[in-house]
C-alpha cells in the first residue's frame, strides 16, 4: 500500500515512499510506477495564466551542468503563434516520429521504429532518418521522388509560357539542341501500364530534364527547350 491516500469521492492521490528509491505519485491510481504517474486525461491549462498570459509546457531531461534535452510548447509574442522547440545540444536537434507496435509496459529505445525526421537544418525525410534534400521520400522503389528545389523539375505548374518560336528562333533553338548531349532512357513499367520513352538531356546531374515525350505508339508528344 502507498504512503499516503488522499481519498475523496473514490479520487484517489496516493504518495509512495519505497526506500531507496524516493517518492513515487500517483493521481487516478494507486500503484505509481514513476514519479509521476496518471491515469485518465490530463488538462494542463495552456489556454492562459491568471494575468492573461500563455502558459508554457517544459519537458526536459538535464544531462551533466550545460547540455540539457527536451522541448518546449508555448506562445511566442514575437511572432504571434504557438510554437514547439526543441532544446538539444549540437549536433543532436533532429526531431523524429517514431512508432511501436509491442507492449509498451516497459519500452526501450531500441524498440520503437522511428517513420519520418525532421532535420535541423530544416531537410524532412519521410520513411528515411538522414534525408539528404529539402525532401526526401524512400519507398524502395527506383522511382521514389528527391526534392532539393522545386524549380530544378520540368513541369507546366512553374512555367509560364510566353510565345511559339518563329522560323528563326527555332532555327536557332534547335542548332542549339544539336549541341546537347541527350540520353534515351524509359522508366520502370508499373504494373501493365506501358510507360512512354523519353529523350533527355541531363539539366542535372543525375536528374534528367524531358526535352523530347513520345506516347505509347512512339509519336511525338511535345518538345521542352532548355535556356
Do not use: C
Not at 136 to 153: E, F, H, L
Not at 172 to 195: C, H, M, N, Q
Amino acid at each position: 500500500m502507498p504512503d499516503i491516500v488522499l481519498d475523496y469521492h473514490r479520487k484517489k492521490i496516493p504518495i509512495d515512499h519505497p526506500p531507496y528509491f524516493g517518492a513515487d505519485v500517483g493521481i487516478g491510481t494507486t500503484t505509481p510506477k514513476s514519479k509521476l504517474h496518471v491515469e485518465g486525461d490530463v488538462n494542463l491549462g495552456l489556454f492562459s495564466t491568471e494575468t492573461g498570459e500563455p502558459r508554457a509546457l517544459y519537458v526536459y531531461s538535464y544531462k551533466g551542468t550545460t547540455s540539457q534535452y527536451g522541448m518546449h510548447l508555448g506562445w511566442n509574442s514575437a511572432t504571434g503563434r504557438w510554437r514547439t522547440r526543441i532544446f538539444a545540444p549540437s549536433p543532436n536537434r533532429d526531431i523524429a516520429f517514431a512508432f511501436q507496435s509491442e507492449n509498451l509496459t516497459n519500452p526501450v529505445q531500441s524498440d520503437w521504429s522511428e517513420k519520418m525526421v525532421i532535420r535541423d537544418n530544416g531537410n524532412v525525410g519521410i520513411g528515411r532518418t538522414d534525408p539528404p534534400n529539402i525532401l526526401s521520400v524512400q519507398q524502395n522503389s527506383p522511382t521514389d521522388p528527391i526534392a532539393d528545389a522545386w524549380t530544378v523539375y520540368s513541369t507546366p505548374k512553374t512555367k509560364n509560357i510566353e510565345k511559339a518560336l518563329d522560323e528563326l528562333d527555332l532555327k536557332k533553338a534547335l542548332e542549339d539542341f544539336k549541341k546537347i548531349p541527350v540520353y534515351s532512357w524509359t522508366r520502370p513499367k508499373v504494373g501493365a501500364k506501358k510507360i512512354p520513352s523519353r529523350l533527355s538531356a541531363i539539366a542535372e546531374a543525375g536528374v534528367p530534364e524531358a526535352i523530347l515525350s513520345y506516347d505509347a505508339e512512339g509519336n511525338v508528344q511535345g518538345l521542352d527547350l532548355l535556356g
